[in-house]
């Protein structure tokens, strides 16, 4: 056992944290104060492997003071793990009494701990539709700190994650080289991220009190950019826990924080704003993942720049000879069609997405190769300027995504009969939304029998228009079902043939 005092300097920028008005030393930087004093204790310590997180008093700040004194308690187990516990003692002016306090506690571990794994694919975008907050609204009104912790510069949420682009500042006070977990910033920003997920899908403004694990493998440093992507774990009233991850810019994992939990520590008096609400979670396009094996839709927008490490041979192949607009919703499509394979093949996520090849040689279509060797799917994708979209199913499928627009009612003799034209002046849904289903299906159709548009804008009519559900024929063929999903000017389309 060992006890260390310390005199925790202000730093500026820690005056930017705050919590009620008061400054608060953050997680980080008391991990990282824990991790500086394990080496001193045990210089051999590996502070990069950390279990049993606990963060369980605010720390407050003096700012009238130059430091804030605290002490480090200090244990060595038979195994070689170090303890460490920050702590401040107060003394009581009515009693006169002397009470300890602490604050934050960490186990650094020889034994490295066991991380999730995840394919880089999957923390390359998020699935479904995705609702973006800008950095000043996420400072102004959800995480309300100083410049110097307004470091997430873009955040895409969905309900099933979070990716945030993240910017550390330059070093404050020039302790890059001192610091044993690297930058402090990184990881703060996503916690933020998993604050502002929790304030739009679980209503509550939560901070983190404790981490199950934490492995760093390289250190992040100042004046670069990472991406935060965050994975809630599980959802309870007043408890929320998430497994965060940090990537560099080229998509390699700097650290992991896994069983990262989170409260509300204001007893219910912080409570998100109601433009943050998100009304419950919905699956996107969930009627048509009814008629399916499975989907995937991905938003092209939280596509991350080292999405295209993810791609195999034969995908690459085919990117490095695209521009840059066909590159994104290419990228996207891959990804929605590796989640395909994964899903297919009883939700894998630890093949390495390099040997999931989306594309075949020799053809244009897309491919769903399952990863446990089970039989394969009949596929289509589908993008526009906003999703890339994937569908598997045991029949002759066909998918499409549009947007409402102008362009499908000015093409509209070029594509529809006598009687579709009809089906579009005379419907209650509005002739622009009317005739993007009608387009959309004939698109769908193209795909399920691979044919040319020309044929099946001949050889398709459709004959009803709903909203979730329309019918058309082939030919002389039996009636077939199309069915419809809309986000917000988006039109999902999905066919599936006998």
């Given at each position: 056992?060992?006890?260390?005092h310390?005199?925790?300097?202000?730093?500026?920028?820690?005056?930017?944290?705050?919590?009620?008005?008061?400054?608060?030393?953050?997680?980080?930087?008391?991990?990282?104060?824990?991790?500086?004093?394990?080496?001193?204790?045990?210089?051999?310590?590996?502070?990069a492997?950390?279990?049993?997180?606990?963060?369980d008093?605010?720390?407050?700040?003096d700012?009238?003071?130059?430091?804030t004194?605290?002490?480090?308690?200090?244990?060595?187990?038979?195994?070689?793990d170090?303890?460490a516990?920050?702590?401040?003692?107060?003394?009581?002016?009515?009693?006169?009494?002397?009470?300890?306090?602490?604050?934050?506690?960490?186990?650094?571990s020889?034994?490295?701990?066991?991380?999730?794994?995840?394919?880089?694919?999957?923390?390359?975008?998020?699935?479904?539709a995705?609702?973006?907050?800008?950095?000043?609204?996420?400072?102004?009104?959800?995480?309300?700190?100083g410049?110097?912790?307004?470091?997430?510069?873009?955040?895409h949420?969905?309900?099933?994650?979070?990716?945030?682009?993240?910017?550390?500042?330059?070093?404050?006070?020039?302790?890059?080289?001192?610091?044993?977990?690297?930058?402090?910033?990184?990881?703060?920003?996503?916690?933020?991220?998993a604050?502002?997920?929790?304030?739009?899908?679980?209503?509550?403004?939560?901070?983190?009190?404790?981490?199950?694990?934490?492995?760093?493998?390289?250190?992040?440093?100042?004046?670069?950019?990472?991406?935060g992507h965050?994975?809630?774990?599980?959802?309870?009233?007043?408890?929320?826990?998430?497994?965060l991850?940090?990537?560099d810019?080229?998509?390699r994992?700097?650290e992991?924080?896994?069983?990262?939990?989170?409260?509300d520590?204001?007893?219910?008096?912080?409570?998100?704003?109601r433009?943050?609400?998100a009304?419950?979670?919905?699956?996107?396009?969930?009627?048509?993942?009814?008629?399916?094996?499975?989907?995937?839709?991905?938003?092209?927008?939280?596509v991350?720049?080292?999405?295209?490490?993810?791609?195999?041979?034969?995908e690459?192949?085919?990117?490095?000879?695209?521009?840059d607009?066909?590159?994104?919703?290419?990228?996207?499509?891959?990804?929605?069609?590796?989640?395909?394979?994964?899903?297919?093949?009883?939700?894998?996520?630890?093949?390495?997405p390099r040997?999931?090849?989306?594309?075949?040689?020799?053809?244009?279509?897309?491919?769903?190769?399952?990863?446990?060797?089970?039989?394969?799917c009949?596929c289509?994708?589908?993008?526009?300027n906003?999703?890339?979209?994937?569908?598997?199913?045991?029949?002759?499928v066909?998918?499409?995504?549009?947007?409402?627009?102008?362009?499908?009612?000015?093409?509209?003799?070029?594509?529809?009969?006598?009687?579709?034209?009809?089906?579009?002046r005379?419907?209650?849904?509005?002739?622009?939304?009317?005739?993007?289903?009608?387009?959309?299906?004939?698109?769908?159709?193209?795909?399920?029998?691979?044919?040319?548009?020309?044929?099946?804008?001949?050889?398709?009519?459709?004959?009803t228009?709903?909203?979730?559900?329309?019918?058309?024929?082939?030919?002389?063929?039996?009636?077939?079902?199309?069915?419809?999903?809309?986000?917000?000017?988006h039109?999902?389309?999905?066919?599936?043939?006998?």
């Amino acid at each position: 056992m060992a006890t260390i005092h310390l005199e925790i300097p202000l730093r500026p920028y820690l005056k930017d944290h705050c919590v009620d008005g008061r400054a608060v030393l953050p997680a980080v930087e008391a991990a990282e104060l824990l991790a500086r004093a394990a080496k001193g204790f045990q210089p051999g310590t590996d502070v990069a492997a950390m279990v049993d997180l606990r963060f369980d008093k605010f720390l407050f700040l003096d700012l009238e003071a130059k430091t804030t004194a605290a002490f480090c308690d200090l244990a060595l187990y038979e195994n070689g793990d170090v303890q460490a516990v920050l702590a401040t003692r107060t003394k009581s002016k009515k009693a006169a009494m002397t009470r300890v306090k602490e604050h934050a506690a960490v186990r650094f571990s020889r034994r490295k701990p066991d991380m999730p794994d995840l394919a880089l694919d999957l923390a390359s975008a998020l699935e479904g539709a995705c609702f973006t907050v800008q950095a000043e609204k996420i400072y102004r009104d959800l995480v309300p700190f100083g410049p110097a912790f307004r470091n997430v510069t873009r955040l895409h949420l969905a309900g099933g994650g979070a990716i945030a682009e993240i910017k550390t500042p330059v070093d404050p006070v020039g302790e890059e080289r001192t610091r044993q977990l690297g930058s402090p910033f990184p990881l703060d920003a996503a916690f933020h991220a998993a604050c502002v997920w929790g304030q739009r899908f679980a209503d509550v403004v939560a901070f983190p009190l404790a981490v199950d694990r934490r492995r760093i493998y390289r250190n992040t440093r100042p004046g670069d950019t990472y991406f935060g992507h965050v994975i809630p774990v599980r959802v309870e009233s007043g408890l929320l826990i998430f497994d965060l991850r940090i990537f560099d810019g080229g998509g390699r994992l700097c650290e992991t924080a896994a069983g990262v939990r989170m409260h509300d520590v204001s007893g219910g008096k912080l409570k998100p704003p109601r433009w943050i609400a998100a009304g419950g979670q919905k699956q996107t396009a969930e009627r048509i993942a009814a008629q399916c094996r499975a989907i995937s839709v991905i938003e092209l927008k939280s596509v991350t720049p080292f999405a295209k490490k993810v791609l195999s041979t034969k995908e690459k192949i085919r990117f490095d000879k695209m521009g840059d607009q066909r590159r994104k919703s290419f990228l996207a499509a891959r990804l929605a069609c590796k989640r395909l394979s994964r899903t297919l093949s009883g939700h894998d996520e630890v093949t390495d997405p390099r040997d999931i090849a989306t594309v075949f040689a020799d053809r244009p279509h897309p491919c769903c190769p399952r990863t446990d060797g089970g039989d394969v799917c009949a596929c289509s994708v589908s993008h526009d300027n906003r999703f890339s979209v994937a569908v598997a199913c045991d029949r002759p499928v066909g998918i499409d995504v549009e947007k409402i627009s102008g362009r499908v009612l000015k093409s509209r003799r070029l594509y529809m009969s006598e009687s579709e034209m009809a089906l579009v002046r005379e419907t209650p849904l509005g002739e622009a939304e009317t005739a993007v289903r009608i387009w959309s299906i004939k698109e769908a159709v193209t795909k399920a029998l691979d044919i040319n548009l020309a044929d099946a804008w001949r050889r398709v009519r459709v004959t009803t228009v709903g909203a979730y559900e329309s019918r058309f024929q082939i030919d002389d063929d039996a009636p077939s079902h199309a069915f419809h999903d809309a986000v917000r000017q988006h039109v999902f389309t999905l066919v599936c043939l006998q």
